[in-house]
């Protein structure tokens, strides 16, 4: 058993001013995604994109992550809650961010953007998929420091005990760092690999979406279901599940387009 290490959500606290390391979290995962796409966009010069091109696509990629991220987190998790206390929406700072959501803000952002500059969609979403996961490392960490999203009682050695009631005081998996490695660092890696060498158009945008969907659906098999949810079936199907299985789908969707059109264009 591991005792939580009590780490304080409010990295620099300057009275009037507080910056936590959950607003750290995500500072950081911008800006390394940035820097890794503008280092692969300077490299490779024949996938099109400009410095300033990527720099845009950031821009409209955070503004997704950030509006569908919260959004996705009052409608998908606590939608009573918020609807009897709307204005706690704008707040957060308090947590409460929905990668699913997120995902969705995303994929409306860079449609938006991929129209503004005659882009393909899928063009795009195959250049930035790949560091997505960078974000989600960074993420799940901050999870953690905030001790929320942990997981379900556990005896193993590496189990956790975390601060307050709700916790009930008792070993449970850290399943944010679950999340960090296979989400983050795993799904890093298979994606920067696998889109360093030119591949079908939707290729990686579709293992993006099939890797994240069985990494995040595994993980909930230890993860504590929303306490204001609880599971929808049984007592197995979480809400990350339902709203992970279809990117499961849609990901071999994209997978076998992406395969059919390569060996028809090459017929």
């Not at 940035?34 to 966009?41: M, V």
């Not at 696998?194 to 890797?211: D, E, I, Q």
Request: net charge positive; charged share 15%; aromatic share 14%.
């Amino acid at each position: 058993m591991l005792t939580y290490p009590e780490i304080d959500p409010v990295a620099i606290d300057l009275g009037v001013l507080q910056i936590r390391w959950y607003g750290i979290s995500y500072i950081c995962g911008i800006l390394l995604a940035w820097w890794l796409l503008r280092h692969r966009a300077l490299s490779k010069p024949a996938l099109g994109w400009t410095a300033m091109q990527v720099s845009d696509l950031i821009y409209y990629g955070t503004l997704g992550v950030i509006i569908g991220g919260r959004l996705g987190s009052v409608v998908f998790y606590n939608l009573p809650y918020y609807l009897d206390n709307p204005l706690d929406i704008l707040k957060v700072w308090q947590g409460g961010m929905s990668f699913h959501g997120g995902l969705i803000g995303v994929f409306v952002a860079l449609w938006y953007y991929s129209h503004k500059i005659k882009r393909n969609l899928f063009v795009t979403t195959d250049f930035l998929v790949p560091v997505v996961p960078v974000g989600l490392f960074f993420g799940r960490i901050a999870n953690f420091i905030n001790a929320e999203l942990w997981g379900a009682p556990t005896t193993l050695p590496w189990g956790v005990v975390f601060p307050g009631v709700h916790s009930g005081g008792i070993p449970r998996h850290p399943s944010q760092l679950y999340e960090a490695l296979l989400e983050g660092l795993v799904l890093f890696v298979i994606l920067w690999v696998y889109s360093s060498k030119p591949r079908p158009k939707m290729a990686v945008s579709g293992l993006f979406l099939l890797g994240y969907g069985v990494f995040r659906c595994g993980v909930e098999f230890v993860r504590e279901p929303d306490a204001n949810i609880g599971y929808l079936l049984g007592d197995w199907l979480t809400m990350g599940q339902v709203l992970s299985l279809p990117m499961i789908v849609i990901g071999l969707i994209l997978l076998s387009l992406a395969g059919y059109n390569s060996k028809k264009k090459a017929e």
